[in-house]
């Protein structure tokens, strides 16, 4: 060590020595020993490093020696004369940042905030919703207990009838199944548009209507569909006194109706309309079969008399319905709606009144079939001619004349006989007998009881197609 004592910085003085002034680190000279103190300009002397046995006091640069009683250590570090000689004294305060180069202030989400005013009106409003429902549950809740809230509508929720089921045998399920085959017939002629109904009767596009409702058409006509779609058709044939006509049209995944058996009808059978009365397509009305074989002679004035032995029905028939099905429960077609009976003067615009009739639809495929097999249908004929009712109380038609090879004269019948029943039906009118007649196929044997003079006697006769 050379000799020389190794202070550790603090110069130490006896008791009543002035204190010698602490040079500050870095003043004067540099230290030439390699044990001289930090800060001072020269080593320490001989006087200074004698022994001594207490300090007295401690001086530092800048602050005034210790109070008694104060601790004898530094307690500023930043005057540390053995501290970094290459670090500043002073302490560094950061400069000031320059505007805009801030960072961006970052809140805590998690820190409560102020609330907002969509804050404090949700509040009454999901209170306000939850107090009504729970009012209102209780409420009925009452009422429907108690019964002193209020009077409670209707009766207790029980299983849906059996006709609300829809069935295939209800009504609106044979509406269902129907209605597909269903069209509208819409045909051009010179007095302007005519509108009626048809329904497909086979898959390659065959389809029955009314000889007048296609009546004064050049042979063009327009189908529409029950979806709404259309297409173009010809017409294949008509027969005028059966009042059946049959058009075609081009379009194949047609689905035609189920045929029934009209002569297996009873009174009161249920039966439904379908057709586009008034241009409203589509439309089903129901009723009951009214009656059977009602002769009605029809015709419009210069056009042929027609005769029907007619379904009576009184599901609601209007214009338009004309050529429609007439179809029993089961979804089978029994008869071409084609006329109806009105209260208004002739050449008024008639409507329903509960009255409307069928062509029998045995007799209507029956003139279909011929007229798509020959183009035209037969008519069948018994061979007389009546005259008039006949007399006497027991009613019946009078044969003004006999064909002499025909089928009448064939079963022994005369001139001046009376026909009382064809087939059991009563005669009435000389329109009963012709209507009547039609009706059957050719080569179909009748039973026919008749008058003459004051004997009855029963025949058969074989009805025959007529020449023409």
Do not use: C
């Not at 009656?291 to 029905?313: F, H, K, N, S, W």
């Not at 037969?378 to 019946?396: K, S, Y």
């Not at 064909?403 to 064939?410: F, R, V």
Request: proline share 10%; charged share 15%; net charge negative.
């Amino acid at each position: 060590m050379g000799g020389t004592d190794v202070t550790d910085g603090w110069e130490w003085r006896r008791g009543g020595e002035t204190p010698a002034p602490v040079r500050p680190p870095g003043a004067g000279a540099p230290p030439e020993g390699p044990l001289a103190a930090p800060g001072s300009g020269t080593a320490p002397s001989a006087a200074d490093s004698a022994p001594t046995t207490e300090p007295s006091s401690v001086s530092y640069p800048n602050q005034p020696p210790p109070t008694v009683g104060t601790s004898p250590w530094w307690s500023d570090a930043l005057g540390d004369p053995w501290r970094d000689p290459a670090a500043p004294t002073a302490v560094v305060v950061p400069s000031v940042v320059p505007a805009g180069t801030e960072p961006e202030p970052v809140t805590d989400p998690d820190a409560p905030g102020r609330p907002t005013l969509r804050h404090l009106l949700l509040i009454p409003v999901i209170t306000a919703l939850l107090a009504g429902t729970l009012g209102g549950a209780l409420g009925y809740a009452f009422a429907v207990r108690g019964g002193a809230a209020g009077t409670v509508l209707g009766a207790q929720a029980a299983d849906p009838p059996a006709l609300a089921q829809r069935k295939p045998e209800s009504l609106a399920g044979v509406a269902e199944r129907v209605l597909p085959s269903v069209v509208t017939i819409r045909v051009s002629g010179l007095g302007g548009t005519s509108e009626g109904s048809g329904f497909i009767a086979s898959a390659d596009g065959h389809v029955i209507t009314n000889d007048h409702v296609v009546a004064g058409s050049s042979g063009k006509a327009s189908v529409v569909f029950n979806d709404g779609s259309s297409a173009a058709a010809t017409v294949v044939g008509q027969d005028p006194e059966s009042d059946i006509a049959v058009i075609k049209v081009n379009r194949t995944g047609l689905r035609p109706v189920e045929f029934g058996d009209s002569e297996a009808l009873a009174v009161g059978d249920p039966v439904l309309a379908m057709g586009s009365p008034l241009s409203l397509a589509n439309t089903v009305t129901a009723g009951i079969v009214s009656a059977l074989d009602r002769t009605m002679q029809a015709g419009e004035p210069g056009g042929p008399v027609r005769y029907y032995a007619a379904i009576q029905t009184d599901a609601a028939v209007n214009h338009g319905n004309s050529g429609g099905p007439l179809v029993d429960g089961a979804g089978r077609v029994v008869g071409v709606n084609s006329t109806i009976k009105s209260l208004v003067a002739e050449g008024e615009e008639a409507g329903n009144i509960g009255l409307a009739f069928a062509i029998p639809i045995n007799q209507a495929k029956r003139v279909t079939q011929e007229i798509i097999g020959t183009g035209k249908a037969r008519r069948t004929v018994i061979g007389a001619q009546v005259g008039g009712p006949g007399a006497g109380a027991g009613g019946g038609v009078r044969l003004a004349a006999v064909e002499p090879s025909g089928p009448a004269a064939a079963a022994g019948l005369k001139v001046g006989d009376v026909i009382l029943k064809l087939d059991g039906r009563p005669m009435t009118e000389p329109t009963d007998l012709i209507a009547l007649v039609r009706k059957f196929a050719p080569g179909s044997v009748v039973t026919v009881e008749f008058r003459r003079g004051t004997a009855r006697r029963n025949t058969s006769v074989t009805l025959a197609a007529d020449a023409k």
